[in-house]
C-alpha cells in the first residue's frame, strides 16, 4: 500500500478570496482547494481525485495559500489625453431609453481623475508552471440590467459557472465570440431563467455582446487559476495569494479597438512568500 500520510492528513481546505475590482463589489470566489497526491503511489486505476480527475500525478491540482502567499497590488494609469467619451443613444428601444434619466455613456475607455484607468484586467500570464487550480463552486453572474452589462469586464476560471441573467423587460440576445471556447448565441426574452455557461480553455479575453442592442459589450478572461484582477474606479487591482515564484504580470485592456486583443503590457515580478509587490502599468493612450 502506498504511503498517502500526506494526503491523507491534509483534507481539502476551503479559502475566501474577495475579489478587489469594485466593478464586481460582492463577487467571491470560493475555492475548494484539493490536496495534490504528491507523495503518494499509484491509486486504485477507477479511483478518481477530489477535483474529478484521474488520479495521476500529471492531474495534481495546486492549493491557493492565503496565508503565505504573495500580494501583488498595482495602479493602472493611461498615459495621454483620454479619449472622449461616448454618450450612447438608447434611444431605439423604448424600454433601455426609459431605464435611464439621463443617456448612460460608454465604459470602454473609462479614465478618472489622474488618469486611472478602469476595467482593466490584471493577471499571473506566466510562472505558474502549469498548475491547475480547483474552480470554485460558486458562479459568476453577468447581469444584463437597464441595457448595459455588468460587470463590463471579469475574471473567471476554467470550469466556473457564468449566469447569464436578464433583469430587464426587454429582449437580450448573449452572444460570445470566443476564438478557444466554444461560442454561444441565444436569445434571452424578458423573465428568462438565467443562462448557464462554463468555459473550459484559457482565454484573455472573450467579448460579449448582445445582438439586439449594438452598444452592450462585456469581455471574460478565462484562466486555470485564480490570480486575477479588474481595476476599479481608482484605477487600482490587487491579487492576494500567488506562490513564491517569478512572474510575468499582463495587463490588458480592450482600449478605443473595443475588441478582445485590446491592448496589454507585460512586466516582470519575482515574489517570495508574504510578499507585498506593487507592480504598476502605464498604457499608451490609442
Ligand atoms: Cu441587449
Given at each position: 500500500m502506498p504511503d498517502c500520510a500526506l494526503a491523507n492528513l491534509l483534507k481539502p481546505l476551503e479559502a475566501m478570496i474577495i475579489h478587489p475590482s469594485l466593478r464586481q463589489l460582492g463577487y467571491m470566489l470560493s475555492l475548494t482547494l484539493v490536496v495534490g497526491l504528491v507523495g503518494c503511489g499509484k491509486k486504485d486505476s477507477d479511483e478518481e481525485d477530489?477535483?474529478?480527475g484521474k488520479s495521476d500525478a500529471a492531474a495534481t491540482v495546486a492549493t491557493v495559500d492565503m496565508t503565505n502567499g504573495a500580494t501583488i497590488v498595482g495602479t493602472v494609469k493611461l498615459d495621454g489625453a483620454a479619449p472622449v467619451a461616448k454618450v450612447i443613444n438608447m434611444g431605439g428601444d423604448a424600454y433601455c431609453g426609459a431605464a435611464h434619466k439621463t443617456s448612460?455613456?460608454?465604459?470602454?475607455?473609462w479614465v478618472n481623475n489622474?488618469?486611472?484607468?478602469?476595467?482593466?484586467?490584471?493577471?499571473?500570464?506566466d510562472g505558474l508552471g502549469g498548475k491547475t487550480y480547483a474552480a470554485p463552486?460558486?458562479?459568476?453572474t453577468l447581469a444584463q440590467k437597464g441595457c448595459t452589462y455588468e460587470p463590463h469586464v471579469f475574471g473567471i476560471?476554467?470550469?466556473q459557472t457564468m449566469k447569464v441573467e436578464n433583469d430587464d423587460q426587454t429582449l437580450h440576445?448573449?452572444?460570445?465570440?470566443?476564438?478557444?471556447?466554444?461560442?454561444?448565441n441565444e436569445g434571452q426574452p424578458p423573465g428568462t431563467p438565467a443562462k448557464e455557461h462554463k468555459m473550459t480553455k484559457q482565454e484573455v479575453m472573450i467579448p460579449i455582446k448582445c445582438d439586439v442592442h449594438g452598444w452592450m459589450n462585456s469581455y471574460a478572461g478565462v484562466l486555470p487559476h485564480p490570480f486575477f484582477a479588474v481595476t476599479g474606479a481608482?484605477?487600482?487591482?490587487e491579487i492576494k495569494g500567488v506562490p513564491a515564484g517569478d512572474y510575468t504580470i499582463e495587463c490588458w485592456h480592450e482600449s478605443t479597438k473595443s475588441d478582445a486583443a485590446g491592448v496589454t503590457q507585460d512586466q516582470k515580478v519575482t515574489v517570495a512568500a508574504k510578499d507585498?509587490?506593487?507592480v504598476d502599468f502605464t498604457l499608451k493612450a490609442q
Amino acid at each position: 500500500m502506498p504511503d498517502c500520510a500526506l494526503a491523507n492528513l491534509l483534507k481539502p481546505l476551503e479559502a475566501m478570496i474577495i475579489h478587489p475590482s469594485l466593478r464586481q463589489l460582492g463577487y467571491m470566489l470560493s475555492l475548494t482547494l484539493v490536496v495534490g497526491l504528491v507523495g503518494c503511489g499509484k491509486k486504485d486505476s477507477d479511483e478518481e481525485d477530489d477535483s474529478g480527475g484521474k488520479s495521476d500525478a500529471a492531474a495534481t491540482v495546486a492549493t491557493v495559500d492565503m496565508t503565505n502567499g504573495a500580494t501583488i497590488v498595482g495602479t493602472v494609469k493611461l498615459d495621454g489625453a483620454a479619449p472622449v467619451a461616448k454618450v450612447i443613444n438608447m434611444g431605439g428601444d423604448a424600454y433601455c431609453g426609459a431605464a435611464h434619466k439621463t443617456s448612460p455613456v460608454s465604459d470602454d475607455h473609462w479614465v478618472n481623475n489622474g488618469g486611472a484607468l478602469v476595467n482593466a484586467f490584471v493577471y499571473v500570464k506566466d510562472g505558474l508552471g502549469g498548475k491547475t487550480y480547483a474552480a470554485p463552486a460558486t458562479a459568476i453572474t453577468l447581469a444584463q440590467k437597464g441595457c448595459t452589462y455588468e460587470p463590463h469586464v471579469f475574471g473567471i476560471m476554467v470550469g466556473q459557472t457564468m449566469k447569464v441573467e436578464n433583469d430587464d423587460q426587454t429582449l437580450h440576445n448573449v452572444h460570445s465570440v470566443s476564438a478557444a471556447n466554444e461560442s454561444f448565441n441565444e436569445g434571452q426574452p424578458p423573465g428568462t431563467p438565467a443562462k448557464e455557461h462554463k468555459m473550459t480553455k484559457q482565454e484573455v479575453m472573450i467579448p460579449i455582446k448582445c445582438d439586439v442592442h449594438g452598444w452592450m459589450n462585456s469581455y471574460a478572461g478565462v484562466l486555470p487559476h485564480p490570480f486575477f484582477a479588474v481595476t476599479g474606479a481608482d484605477g487600482k487591482y490587487e491579487i492576494k495569494g500567488v506562490p513564491a515564484g517569478d512572474y510575468t504580470i499582463e495587463c490588458w485592456h480592450e482600449s478605443t479597438k473595443s475588441d478582445a486583443a485590446g491592448v496589454t503590457q507585460d512586466q516582470k515580478v519575482t515574489v517570495a512568500a508574504k510578499d507585498s509587490k506593487t507592480v504598476d502599468f502605464t498604457l499608451k493612450a490609442q
